[in-house]
């Protein structure tokens, strides 16, 4: 089990225990957010458990039936995630509705702001553990769960506020309201991660930021090309994959060109670990004696 899977596995621990404590408090309390609180961390569960699974499998090497590897299931598992998240605040804020039309008297509310208490501080621990595993491994599914227990957190606050309301001024209705806040909160939460995870699935190029690194390592050997082209990137979950197309001097061997390619990869490489890099080779069109440039010297720096 590596860092994202233990990081994962920790926020499923958490979010059993949480989901127990907030439907037993809700169901006692009679409370609708502390319920919808309730169901937003079930969907946390679920999502730690599809982040568990996911970095597990988009960890294992290329094989022959994906010779790419196994990156996309992160991403797969984003959206799949993204999706239970919004079917769950859609509910909440049916439910909400429902509870305004027909309101019902709470009882016990103190209960229900410690509950809250506790949920958040919990909550802030596990996501601040999964947001540095997830930075620090480039996971978009621990990413994505990390995300998850954020909403939580402001979320919990939400409700921590509108039963702290409710509590001095005796108005019931605000109960249904905090519910209806988590549930704009969580659909938010869902569009944004949806977004992110299509992107992967649909091939996006790299930002322009990593892309700008790439450009600045190829131009380091600027005096051993004629010029390179046709520069592609994409990624799928932490890895990325890079291609491009470099144009060398006719006077270059063989042997020199695949020195000089293999230098380039490994400089990508050691900027971005988990990257794949391919190098087309073409030769120079242009005549040397006509050409304004001089022609790359042959040989690789130190």
């Not at 994505?144 to 209705?173: C, K, M, P, Q, R």
């Not at 061997?253 to 695949?258: G, S, W």
């Not at 990257?275 to 005549?287: K, M, R």
Request: a negative charge.
């Amino acid at each position: 089990m590596d860092s994202r899977q233990r990081a994962a596995f920790l926020s499923v621990l958490s979010n059993i225990a949480i989901i127990l404590l907030k439907v037993v408090v809700g169901l006692a309390v009679n409370s609708i957010s502390i319920i919808s609180e309730a169901i937003h961390s079930a969907m946390d569960l679920v999502s730690a458990l599809i982040a568990y699974f996911a970095v597990g499998k988009a960890n294992q090497p290329a094989d022959l039936g994906h010779p790419y590897g196994h990156g996309k299931f992160e991403s797969l598992s984003g959206l799949v995630e993204a999706a239970l998240i919004a079917v769950a605040g859609i509910y909440i804020i049916w439910e909400s509705i429902e509870r305004l039309l027909h309101p019902q008297a709470l009882q016990f509310v103190f209960y229900g702001i410690g509950v809250m208490v506790i949920s958040a501080t919990v909550n802030y621990l596990v996501y601040r553990h999964n947001i540095k595993v997830a930075r620090e491994t480039d996971s978009l599914a621990l990413e994505a769960n990390a995300a998850h227990l954020s909403a939580d957190v402001y979320t919990s606050l939400g409700v921590f506020a509108g039963l702290v309301l409710i509590s001095l001024t005796g108005i019931e209705a605000l109960d249904p309201i905090a519910a209806i806040f988590v549930a704009f909160f969580i659909l938010k939460a869902s569009v944004g991660l949806m977004g992110r995870a299509l992107q992967d699935l649909m091939d996006r190029r790299l930002p322009q930021d990593e892309e700008k690194v790439v450009r600045a390592i190829i131009h380091e050997h600027y005096n051993q090309f004629v010029e390179f082209h046709n520069l592609r990137t994409r990624k799928a979950g932490g890895e990325r994959y890079i291609d491009l197309h470099l144009v060398l001097a006719k006077t270059v061997d063989l042997p020199t060109a695949h020195q000089l390619c293999s230098h380039i990869e490994k400089d990508i490489k050691g900027r971005f670990p988990r990257s794949q890099t391919i190098i087309h080779i073409e030769p120079c069109e242009t005549a040397c004696l006509d050409c304004e440039k001089t022609c790359p010297q042959d040989g690789l720096p130190p």
